[in-house]
């Protein structure tokens, strides 16, 4: 059968046609799903078109003043996404901008891979079509970055916003750091090259903080990618990013893209969501479960695992950052090929693949456009390229998949006004009686695979903060299991939750997670831990639009005297 592309895919249809929706702070606050008449009463300058180089979110994302949380706008984005200049890929800058706003995104970063043609010829030669890119789509922000292969072990997303030394900084970053360009790729345990090649990675983080610290460029940060496909990103080594340049390397991503890759008809029967079709390595960290390596309703066993490493790295009382994105290279089933290579040329030579044309044939590939199944919201006060990221570095984060829900506002309250939303940090008094107050917007339309999608349950999961870990390489939080479960099968519009939290009685954290009830089961650490938590899908029979899920970040709870 054949699937013609979509028009907003067509890089000949100019994408400004595409969008009737103009950046009114109305219109925005509409697709951002803001809840009530609080929030449409709050201050949030929205200028109709963002400033080439951002605007600085005032505060430090960890509430107002007098310890009450912000009132925030969400802005929909995607923090990795691949053209045609990245090695493996296919699509224009052009298709996956105008494919992102088709699908809501306010913001997105191109995170081309590192290759000997992209230092070489790359990152200069797609500034220009970036700059090209914003001018197109001016209703969002367009961030360039690059996708990082840290030295021994996976990859990261690196970017900064717009500003005179974006590309420079992205050059010599990979230039100078890139595992894949250096050779240092080995993290075996034993091998000889490993203490080097983590070194290189810790230094490189530090290098970025100071270019920062420097004002070399106005900001930077970086998210780990698929961190358990291969299994060669160990505990002890995402601890000591994180600790190298706090504020920098901020998090990882909680789910993969890739998530086409495993619909029952499209792809081989043994693959699995997020393309987690891996078995352990010589390279891979010997201390991770056979089990860590597949997905759990499409999320990271990292984050799903209630109790596991996530929460191993949340009970130290450091907040890190879960996303979701496309990992856009290939989408399934459209009908796009790369053109033929010129004479004499290939990507070693030009930093490029050929842009593709249409077959109007079905080609093979596991990926979602940008936006059209797993999203992020960033919480901003304000708009521009730089409180977006802002708000990623505080931690202002929820994620779903398959546009589960239109929005979510998280506040853990106390008894004397004292208010944090996601990322944000209660200063409790000990024995103070909180609160937890939860809004949620019901998805109000069908999502694009035409399903108009229900939440089932919300579920409040709370972990004990201990302290820095004894063990660098310990992934295990054994004081964090679900500790609510409210049924909201049915509930439709915007309703609040108000679960009582009880005392302050020691330092702790709350996260949520929720689903469309289609599949759960005994979580990975055991029932006493999570009775109803994600579960692996067989192989082959992985449809992402039948088992979908949201994720918070966390809101950290201190005790004060």
């Known amino acids: 059968m054949s699937h013609p592309v979509p028009e907003w895919a067509d890089p000949r249809v100019p994408a400004q046609s595409l969008d009737p929706q103009g950046l009114s702070r109305r219109a925005l606050m509409r697709r951002a799903g803001l809840f009530g008449a609080a929030f449409a009463a709050a201050s949030l300058p929205l200028p109709a078109l963002a400033d080439q180089r951002g605007s600085r979110s005032q505060g430090n994302g960890q509430g107002h003043a007098h310890g009450q949380a912000p009132d925030l ?18 699509y224009t800058f052009s298709q996956l901008a105008s494919a992102g706003q088709r699908f809501g995104l306010d913001w997105m970063v191109f995170t081309e891979h590192s290759n000997f043609g992209h230092a070489e010829f790359g990152a ?3 500034h220009q079509e970036i700059l090209k890119a914003r001018a197109d789509n001016r209703r969002m922000l367009i961030f360039q ?13 690196v970017f900064s916003p717009p500003g005179r030394h974006e590309v420079e900084l992205l050059t010599r970053f990979e230039e100078a750091f890139d595992g894949k360009l250096l050779g240092y ?12 090649n983590e070194a290189h990675a810790v230094k490189a983080l530090k290098w970025l903080a100071e270019q920062r610290r420097t004002r070399y460029v106005d900001d930077v940060l970086v998210l780990a990618n698929h961190p358990m496909r291969l299994g060669i990103d160990s505990p002890h080594e995402m601890r000591a990013w994180r600790d190298a340049a706090p504020g920098i390397m901020i ?11 495993a619909i029952p008809g499209w792809h ?42 996530w929460d191993a790295m949340l009970a130290e009382g450091k907040l890190f950052t879960i996303t979701s994105n496309s990992d856009v290279h290939r989408v399934a089933q459209d009908t796009w090929v790369n053109g033929p290579w010129p004479p004499g040329q290939s990507f070693d030579d030009t930093g490029h693949v050929p842009d593709p044309y249409d077959t109007t044939e079905p080609q093979p590939g596991g990926d979602f456009w940008p936006g059209q199944f797993s999203r992020t919201h960033v919480g901003v006060t304000r708009y521009g390229y730089r409180d977006v990221m ?10 779903d998949h398959g546009h589960l829900i239109d929005g979510i506002d998280v506040k853990v309250r106390g008894e004397h006004g004292n208010s944090a939303t996601l990322g944000g940090r209660l200063r409790a008094r000990r024995g103070e009686k909180l609160t937890l107050t939860v809004t949620v917007t019901a998805a109000s339309r069908r999502n694009p695979h035409g399903l108009l999608p229900s939440l089932e349950h919300v579920d409040v999961i709370r972990g004990a903060v201990r302290g820095p870990a004894a063990d660098p390489d310990d992934w295990h939080a054994p004081d964090t299991r679900l500790a609510h479960t409210s049924d909201v099968s049915g509930r ?9 939290v009880g005392r302050a009685d020691e330092p702790f954290y709350l996260r949520l997670r929720g689903s469309d009830g289609r599949r759960h089961g005994k979580g990975f650490l055991g029932a006493a831990v999570d009775p109803h938590g994600p579960l692996p899908h067989e192989p082959g029979k992985g449809d992402p639009w039948l088992d979908t899920w949201f994720y918070t970040n966390p809101v950290f709870v201190d005790i004060v005297r």
């Open 124 to 126: 200069a030669r797609e």
């Open 145 to 157: 970055g690059l996708e990082w292969y840290i030295p021994g072990a996976e990859h990261c997303t």
């Open 73 to 90: 706008l969400y802005l929909v984005g995607d923090h990795h996404n691949h053209s045609v200049y990245s090695h493996d890929a296919k």
């Open 185 to 196: 790729t080995a993290g075996a345990p034993a091998h000889p090259d490993t203490p080097r």
């Open 390 to 399: 802002e708000g990623l570095r505080a931690g202002r984060v929820w994620v």
């Open 251 to 261: 998090g990882m991503e909680g789910a993969p893209g890739a998530q086409a890759g």
């Open 268 to 309: 081989p029967d043994t693959n699995i969501r997020g393309e987690y079709t891996n078995s352990p390595s010589a390279d891979s960290w010997p201390g991770y479960p056979r089990e860590a390596y597949v997905t759990y309703g499409g999320f990271d066993w990292a984050t799903a695992t209630v109790g596991g490493l």
């Open 492 to 500: 439709r519009g915007t309703y609040t939750l108000r679960i009582p």
